[in-house]
C-alpha cells in the first residue's frame, strides 16, 4: 500500500492556529477513512462526494480546535437591488476573531495533458460569494474556501501516485495563497472512488484565500 501523504503551507498573514485547523483536517480524513464502516470495508473517503460534505470535514477540524462554528446558515446576500436572503457556507469564531467563509468545489481532471492551474480563476468565485455575504464588516474576515478534487481515469492507475507528487510539486511552487493543504491518503490510491466507479480521487487539496476590505 502506498504512504499518506500530506502537507501545508500557511502564509504569515494567518494566525498559527490555522496550522492546527490544518492538521486536524488531516486527521478527520484519515479517522473516517480508517475508522468508519464505510471507510474499513469498501474505502471510502470524506472528500470524494461534494462541497458539503469537504466544508463538514472542516467544520470538524475546527471544533477539534475548540472554534465555534455554525454551517449553512441564513444570512443577507449582496447589495442593492441584488440584495436577498441566502446562506452562507461557514462561520466559526476563534481567537477573539469571527471568520465567514463560502466554499467551492473543483473537480479536476489529471492526465498527460491536464495539469491544474493554481491561479486566481481557481479562487475567484469563492471570493466573490464571500464578498456578497460579508458586506466589507470590519469586525468580521472573510475566506474563499477552495477544495480541488483532482481525478484520475483507470488508463493512468500505474501513474497516479508520480500525478500525485507532480500536483504537490507545482502547489508547492506556485503557492498561490494564504494557504493551503493537501492530503492524499495511500491507501485510495489504489481504489476507485465508492461515488464515482469509474475515476481515481486519490487526493484533495484545500486553498484559502481572504477578501480585500
Known sequence: MERDLHGYRVNSEF???F????ES???VIYDYEKNTRFGRERGDSIYWYNERA???AFASALSRNKA??????TCRKGVGADNGLGRA??????DNEWYLAEAKIHWKKLSPRSKISFDNKLLSSSLMDANRSWHGDTGTIALGLNFVVPSIHPSYKND???????CIAQLEETNPCGFWAYCAPGRLRDLQSSNDEKNYFPMVIMLGEKCNP
Open 54 to 56: 469537504n466544508v463538514g
Open 25 to 27: 483536517w488531516f486527521d
Open 15 to 17: 494566525p498559527s492556529g
Open 19 to 22: 496550522s492546527s485547523f490544518i
Open 160 to 166: 497516479i501516485t508520480e500525478y500525485v507528487k507532480d
Open 68 to 73: 465555534s462554528v455554525i454551517e449553512e446558515y
Open 89 to 94: 457556507d461557514i462561520s466559526f469564531f476563534y
